[in-house]
C-alpha cells in the first residue's frame, strides 16, 4: 500500500512542481546530508519521517491523506527506528529528490518503489 501512495504522491509533485517545492526538495537534501555529515542517525529520522509525510501531503489527494493517516502506512516502516543504514538510505532518498526535480516520472517511481521494497523486506 505505501508503495501506490509514495508513487501516486510522486507522479503528483511532478506534475505540479513549482520553486517553493524545488527549494523544499533541496532544503530536505541539504538537512539529510548535514545528518550523514555529522553521523547523527537520530535526526536524520525525523528528518526522513518528515520527508515521506511531505511527499505525501503534497499528492493533493485527500483519499491518499486520509489512508496514510487512518492506517498509519507510512509510520509502520518506522515502528523500530530505521530500517536500513541510514547511508543506504541517504544514497536512496538522494535518488528520489533528484529524480522528481528533474521531473522523470518513471525513474522517480522507480527509485520509490526500490526503497520502499528494501524497507518491506527488512520489516518482514
Not at 545528518?35 to 519521517?49: A, F, G, L, N, V
Not at 509510520?75 to 533528484?98: C, E, M, N, P, R
Request: aromatic share 6%; net charge neutral.
Amino acid at each position: 500500500m505505501r508503495i501506490v501512495i509514495e508513487c501516486l504522491s510522486t507522479k503528483n509533485i511532478i506534475n505540479i512542481i513549482n520553486k517553493e517545492i524545488e527549494e523544499k526538495l533541496v532544503n530536505f537534501r541539504n538537512k539529510l546530508t548535514s545528518c550523514i555529515k555529522r553521523k547523527d542517525s537520530e535526526k536524520y529520522r525525523e528528518i526522513d519521517i518528515e520527508f515521506h509525510k511531505f511527499l505525501i501531503n503534497l499528492s493533493d489527494n485527500e483519499l491518499v491523506i486520509k489512508i496514510n493517516e487512518n492506517c498509519n502506512v507510512l509510520l509502520l516502516g518506522y515502528i523500530k527506528g530505521l530500517v536500513l543504514d541510514y547511508t543506504i538510505s541517504y544514497a536512496q532518498h538522494l535518488k528520489i529528490i533528484d529524480s522528481i526535480l528533474e521531473k522523470d516520472i518513471e525513474k522517480a517511481t522507480d527509485v520509490v518503489q526500490d526503497y520502499i521494497n528494501a524497507v518491506m523486506i527488512k520489516v518482514i
